[in-house]
């Protein structure tokens, strides 16, 4: 990746992960790691967002929480799920509360794993997601183009 | 009577990095009522224990909670011990109690920052989590992990830290102090902090012990208990005084939990300094059979575990009643008749591990 | 050193009556679980009075009902929320009961 396009804001929201991810996540925005550098900032608005970290699997309950959140962020958009169990339900998998991995609610683009992710880790799953973003975008914005000549 | 209106706060909330629900019945800008509710990270793992042989489900109860997972990976250790009636070396008590009082510094740490977050103090909240990244290299150094460690086993630990390292280590833990104290000045000293702190969330002493709140939250009513006086690991060598606040409010917890950051420096020198040479694991052979109850003194108050075991390889039960699920009531308690602005502060100042609440 | 505790068994009708008396020394309702035995559970209330671990265990059939403390402990709801939700024991007169939506489990329970 040659430059970074835009300054993207991340969403994060904590499945049901036992909050290492989470840590970890923080651990990302504060000083040592600190993605704040890219110009990345922590939101707690969906509408602000551009990518959505999702640490932790997903249950019955949280599943429509997921949902909606995803639902609220504009488009283009873009879910990391960080963490063995956002993965695939990772330790968790057999607890009877667990239906799997982030995927079985929403499209997952990038995938973190390690329990914990390391902040290396999910550092480098966030700038994989900016390239995602940035085609995403290209193609919403060609989408877009091509609806305006359609008109 | 004004009207009353329903307000939901949760799960997905700025201030909480974790999911919880409430609903708060306002009446105007006051809380009257709170109405928790759970469930959003609920796994099961108490009912996986069933599926994992008993070694096995070490790994499964650290992942209760990122923060506390040496704690409550010992709690299990001690409770499957006590059951089997084995008695673990000198060395591995020591280096258990070493690890639980950094567990408790970088979880105190990790608090103060949300906490400075939650009233809009950036910098505050910065500079509480890089001195907390210091503790986490220094787990990395000693145990290979950052959050989870995998370090407990059933009869001991799995790796030793040498003298030099633990050397090193309180001279690291010096240096910090220093740099801890000025951090921490600007809380106890700061009016900003003191606006938003002092007055707010009052839980008084008899309050605190119906609502059966636990840890911080009840030192700071007044009330002198500390499960480490128990004397589980190596804490019944060491010489500490429980601290105490006395004004029962968000700011004394605050106060309780900064006195403890110190503490736990002073516990981690004694251990250093009294730690004896010797083998850190004893062999386990066998299965578990009958039942026992621990208890122990995490960041967030006392956790309670019960284990039960049938001498087959699998648990019969293995409840964990954490110290967040404890305070929960206290939450609803101290909810009651406060500020609708002070709620977010309010459901921090019990340090909530909703992950471990819900297991 | 290992901590040494109560453990006292008593019948399911005198519950309120040592809920009184927990509440009575000034004790706090530390926690309450269940254990599923061959033909029943096991119910155990853990009190703690200063530094004392007490402890009462109370064997109940499936059928039997039993009335909350939470009367006496307004923190008992939770745990007895918890229990008739996982376990599927009956207790009545609950002070916030969540009438087995604590946790809002997709799967069926209580197990058994």
Not at chain 2, 154 to 173: A, E, H, Y
Not at chain 2, 177 to 189: G, I, S
Request: charged fraction near 25%; charge should be negative; include cysteine.
């Amino acid at each position: 990746m040659a430059k970074i396009t835009k300054s993207p804001w991340l969403l994060h929201y904590d499945g049901s992960s036992c909050n290492g991810c989470d840590i970890e996540v923080l651990a990302c925005l504060t000083p040592v790691y600190d993605v704040e550098r890219f110009g990345i900032i922590n939101t707690g608005n969906p509408k602000h967002a551009d990518i959505f970290l999702v640490t932790g699997g997903i249950n019955e309950k949280n599943k429509a929480v997921v949902k909606q959140l995803y639902d609220q962020m504009p488009e283009p958009k873009v879910v990391v799920a960080v963490g063995i169990c956002a993965c695939n339900g990772g330790v968790f998998k057999d607890a009877y509360n667990i239906i799997g991995g982030v995927d079985k609610a929403i499209p997952v683009d990038v995938y973190v794993p390690g329990c914990a992710a390391r902040p290396e880790a999910i550092i480098d799953g966030v700038v994989k997601a900016l390239g995602v973003l940035d085609e995403k975008q290209k193609a919403f914005k060609a989408a877009k183009k091509q609806k305006g000549a359609t008109k | 009577m004004s009207k009353r209106s329903i307000v939901p706060f949760g799960p997905q909330h700025p201030v909480l990095p974790e999911p919880i629900h409430l609903d708060l019945v306002l009446e105007d800008e006051k809380v009257v009522e709170a109405i928790p509710s759970i469930g959003f990270v609920h796994r099961g793992l108490e009912k996986l224990v069933e599926k994992r042989n008993f070694h096995d489900y070490m790994y499964v109860i650290e992942r209760i909670c990122g923060i506390c997972s040496f704690m409550h990976g010992m709690g299990y250790a001690e409770g499957i011990e006590r059951i089997m009636d084995v008695e673990i070396p000198d060395r591995a008590k020591y280096l258990r109690t070493i690890w639980c009082e950094m567990s408790r510094l970088h979880s105190h740490l990790l608090w103060l920052g949300l906490l400075a977050d939650a009233f809009g103090f950036e910098s505050l909240f910065m500079h509480c989590w890089r001195m907390r990244e210091t503790i986490l290299d220094m787990f990395e150094a000693s145990t290979g992990g950052r959050v989870i460690f995998s370090v407990n086993k059933i009869g001991g630990v799995l790796k030793d830290m040498d003298n030099s390292m633990l050397r090193t280590f309180v001279d690291m833990f010096d240096k910090m102090e220093e740099e801890v104290r000025q951090l921490t000045n600007v809380f106890l000293k700061d009016y900003t902090v003191a606006n938003r702190l002092k007055g707010v969330g009052i839980l008084t002493k008899e309050d605190a012990i119906i609502n059966g709140a636990v840890g911080p939250m009840m030192r700071a009513a007044g009330i002198a208990t500390d499960t480490r006086k128990l004397g589980y690991a190596a804490y019944g060598d060491i010489d500490f005084d429980i601290i105490t606040g006395k004004d029962c409010d968000s700011f004394a917890r605050c106060e309780v939990r900064i006195n403890e950051i110190f503490q736990s420096f002073n516990i981690i020198r004694q251990a250093v300094a009294k730690i004896p040479e010797g083998p850190i694991a004893v062999d386990v052979k066998g299965n578990p059979n009958g039942e026992a109850f621990v208890r122990l003194e995490q960041p967030r108050g006392e956790a309670v575990f019960y284990f039960r075991g049938d001498g087959t390889q699998f648990l019969n039960r293995a409840r964990v009643r954490t110290p967040t699920f404890a305070n929960i009531p206290s939450l609803v308690k101290i909810l009651e008749g406060c500020d609708f602005a002070d709620v977010p502060i309010l459901v921090l100042t019990i340090d909530p591990c909703v992950s471990c609440t819900e297991r | 050193m290992r901590e040494a505790y109560k453990l006292t068994t008593i019948e399911f009708a005198d519950l309120s009556l040592m809920a009184l008396e927990m509440r009575g020394i000034g004790a706090r309702l530390s926690q309450i679980c269940s254990v599923r035995t061959k033909d029943g559970f096991d119910l155990l209330y853990s009190f703690v009075k200063d530094y004392d671990f007490i402890n009462y265990k109370v064997s109940i059939d499936e059928d039997t009902e039993i009335e909350s403390i939470s009367s006496i402990f307004p923190n008992a709801f939770l745990y007895e929320n918890e229990m008739s939700e996982l376990f599927g024991i009956k207790i009545k007169y609950i002070a916030l009961d969540y009438k087995n939506k604590l946790y809002d489990i997709a799967v069926e329970t209580p197990f058994k």
